[in-house]
């Protein structure tokens, strides 16, 4: 299996007093400790989607991060990558994130055409491989499917491409996103069928509320995934259908996730913020360096 829990290479902390981060159940947080090397914290590019991937990747290094999750743009794909997008434009982002001095631990690349065949499908994520590669990532997140038709053989391409992408450094995850893969407890079965250690969760929370209409809490389903996960989406959510959220202000009780989480094995890796609360790119901005504290805050010490 990949390793996702190398120490980080590179430390952005800034002062944080007076940003008035609440903690999950609505306490301040005291910013008075550095986060621990082992985790990787970073930030995805979907609360600038309506944006370049570039005016994201500026906004996530001026916010002080060190590490970028690849995911939603302002594109025809509407994706940073996928699998149309060539390796030389994969390459070209690679080049634009270490510009900012920004580490690729996730890449979000969308689906695969296995609604044609399962060879359209396997070809179509080694597309994606070699995209992860070109830019410079480290993991390929999947987001599974919603048509029953399509499950099988979507999981086949996965495994048909697991040892190619171990082959290039590349681990292959796949979230909690509706559909065949809603809860930890079917993510677990996944794994189990593909068969891989190569092939592992990327846990998040919010979307195990959001998927279970608020009736499965992330604190109850995280022990199903332990031994399992690689990385996390930091996501919150509030009733009925809301993760545009900064983490820490929804229902999720991080710390009490990640004490879950961790006691199954998840001790260090990726916790790459995926939302925001909405705004024009002044508000994205301190958004995203509140964001940045609370995740600190949450691993500290």
Known sequence: MVDMTRPSRRTFLSSVAGLGVMGALGAPL?????PSPDWQIGC??????????????????EAGFSYVGLMTTNSPSHLV?????T??????????????????????????????????????????????????ATNLMMGGVTD???????????????DYAKEKGIGISVKPHGGTNATGAELRALIDSVGSDNFRVWYD???????????????????????????????????????????GTGQVDFPAVMEKLKAGGFTGGPLIIEC?????????????KKARAYVEELVSG
């Open 276 to 288: 925001l609360a909405p705004g024009e790119l002044p508000q994205l901005l301190e958004e995203a």
């Open 205 to 247: 929370p919010g979307n195990i509320f959001y998927y279970s209409d608020g009736a499965l809490n992330p604190i109850d389903d995280a022990p199903t995934v332990d031994g399992l996960v690689v990385g996390m989406s930091v996501k919150d959510y509030l009733p009925p259908k809301v993760v545009d959220l900064t983490p």
């Open 87 to 136: 390796l030389e434009e994969a390459a070209q982002v690679g080049e634009a994130c270490k510009a900012r001095n920004l580490a690729v631990p996730s890449i979000y690349g969308g689906g695969i055409p296995v609604h044609e065949s399962l060879e359209a499908g396997i070809a179509g994520l080694k597309r994606l491989i070699d995209n992860t590669e070109a830019a410079g």
């Open 44 to 61: 995805y590019t979907r609360p600038w989607a309506k944006f370049d991937y570039t005016v994201a990747l500026d906004a996530i290094a």
């Open 148 to 162: 029953q038709a399509q499950h099988d053989p979507y999981y086949k391409a996965i495994a048909e491409c697991c």
């Open 81 to 85: 990558i996928s699998v149309d997008t």
């Open 30 to 34: 005291a910013f008075s400790q550095e």
